[in-house]
Structure formats: structure tokens, C-alpha cells
């Protein structure tokens, strides 16, 4: 069977934090870098789905192909580190410290940022013939999800920051649960399966994704969409991080932690324990 059990896999988590933690800056780097690059053109691919077939279910139900992929050439997304390094802290690794997963968040972004901005100026070249025409409309798209999810969240005021916050906590409560997923199987169908499922539900409802995000914006940008880089900062990717790890390290490397990695005695087992400290001795 190539199912692996919660509590191994609980364990494989707190190991791959502890490796994150630990990981030298090169690798790091070129990692973040690739993850941020492949997320990026699977979201330029979603979209281009959507505005060619207007069926944006079918773009959901093809975009986790870019997430899948990553994660099998073993690269890293922002978002599944901010649920694995922690949890190595947690458990009292040696050498694990918290300075050691801020540096590891703070590359990984940096990697991430720069993986999608690379396919962003690639994209935009594509969509605007090396930007002598108009965009087309898949670049026209792109262009009104960056105003809508940036000046849209702006003109509702602290609602609209509530909101792009909890859409980002429920976008990574699913992607890193597709990122745990992985760890399920020791195939790799069966870690294909496992994260395709969480992936399409993030993106089907729209949640807000940092990573994803660092594509569609500076791309929105120079696609011609009427916001700034202040806009998209303030408005989206500052309030999307925040949000991403919250939702990753409490509502799946905290909770697993908590129940498969630290489970508390069996009930029936405290009775037993009980029972017996009552038995007169003989």
C-alpha cells in the first residue's frame, strides 16, 4: 500500500521543516525561484483557459497541473514553508530556531517574487507581441483581476481588507493541505491525486494566493491595468501573506501537529491506568 498513515506523515512534516530550516541559501533560492516561475505560467495557463472557453471550472480543474509539478521536482513555495518550518521549532529540533525559519521565509519569498516576475515579463512580451500592440485579451484579463482585487479591496475600506485577508487564510489552509497531501503516498499517482483536490478548491473560489499573485499583478501592471505597485503592496500582496500564514500554520501544521505528531493518550487507556491504581494489592 502506498498510503502513509497521519502519524507518519505528521512526522515527515516536522523532517521537512527541520530541512527547510537548515537548507543552504543557493538551494533556497533556486528553488523558490523555479516553484515561483512554474505556479506563474500555470496561472497565466488557468487564465488563458478561462477567457478561450469561458468556462473558468475548467481552468480550475487544469491549473493544479503547475502546483503537482513543483512539488515533485521538490521546489518550494512560500506558502508550504510557512506551515513545515515552524513545526520543527515546535518539536524542539535541535539547532531549529526561529531565525532560522524567518531567514528561510524571507528567501523563499524573494525566490518566489522573483521566479514569478520572470514569467510575468515573459508573458506580457507574449500577450502584447514583445510590447508593440495592445494586449490581447488574455493580457486584457490579467490587467482587470489585478484592479478588481486591488482597487476593488481598497473601496470597501477595512471590509475589503477583512476580506482579502480571510481569502487568504482559506487559500492556505487548502494549499498547504495539498502540500501535506503529498506526503500521503509513496506514489507518485497517489501524490498527484492528493494535492489536485485541495488546489482545485482554492482556486475555483477565488481565494487570494501570494504567490500567484506576485504573477498577476506585476503582469496587470504592465499589461496596462490602472493600479500601481503601491496598490498592489498595500491593497493585496502585504494583506495576502499575512493571511497565508495564518491559514497554513494553524489550520494545518498546528492542527496536525497538535492530533497526529502529539496525540494525547487514549481514553480507554486513562480508565485502564485508573482501574488498576485502585486494584488492592495482593
Known amino acids: 500500500m502506498s498510503y502513509i498513515q497521519p502519524k507518519e506523515f505528521a512526522a515527515k ?37 478561462a477567457v478561450n472557453t469561458g468556462n473558468f471550472l475548467v481552468a480550475s480543474l487544469l491549473f493544479p497541473v503547475g502546483f503537482c509539478l513543483l512539488y515533485l521536482l521538490g ?7 510557512f506551515t513545515l518550518a515552524p513545526l520543527a521549532v515546535i518539536a524542539k529540533r535541535p539547532g531549529c530556531t526561529w531565525p532560522g525559519v524567518f531567514r528561510n521565509w524571507g528567501l523563499v519569498f524573494v525566490g518566489n517574487f522573483a521566479g514569478a516576475l520572470t514569467t510575468a515579463v515573459m508573458m506580457a512580451i507574449i500577450f502584447t507581441m514583445g510590447f508593440s500592440q495592445e494586449p490581447n485579451a488574455v493580457g486584457q484579463k490579467i490587467g482587470q483581476i489585478g484592479e478588481a482585487r486591488t482597487l476593488g479591496y481598497a473601496a470597501a475600506g477595512g471590509a475589503g481588507m477583512l476580506t482579502v485577508f480571510v481569502r487568504a487564510v482559506m487559500c492556505n489552509w487548502m494549499v498547504s493541505t495539498g502540500v501535506v497531501a503529498a ?4 506514489s507518485v499517482s497517489g501524490k498527484i491525486m492528493a494535492m489536485w483536490m485541495p488546489i482545485i478548491v482554492f482556486f475555483y473560489l477565488g481565494f487570494e494566493h501570494s504567490i500567484v499573485n506576485m504573477f498577476l499583478f506585476p503582469s496587470g501592471i504592465m499589461l496596462g491595468g490602472e493600479f500601481t505597485w503601491v496598490d498592489y503592496f498595500a491593497y493585496n500582496e502585504i494583506p495576502v501573506v499575512l493571511g497565508n500564514l495564518v491559514g497554513g500554520l494553524t489550520f494545518v501544521g498546528g492542527m496536525i501537529y497538535a ?9 480507554n487507556a486513562l480508565a485502564r491506568n485508573d482501574d488498576a491504581a485502585v486494584q488492592p494489592a495482593e
Open 75 to 81: 521546489f518550494d513555495l512560500l506558502t508550504g514553508v
Open 183 to 186: 506526503m500521503m503516498s509513496t
Open 259 to 267: 492530533t497526529h505528531f502529539r496525540e494525547a493518550p487514549k481514553r
Open 13 to 49: 512534516m516536522v523532517d521537512a521543516g527541520e530541512s527547510k530550516i537548515f537548507m543552504a541559501t543557493k538551494d533556497t533560492l533556486i528553488r523558490a525561484f523555479m516553484a515561483g516561475a512554474i505556479l506563474a505560467l500555470a496561472a497565466a495557463f488557468a487564465v488563458t483557459i
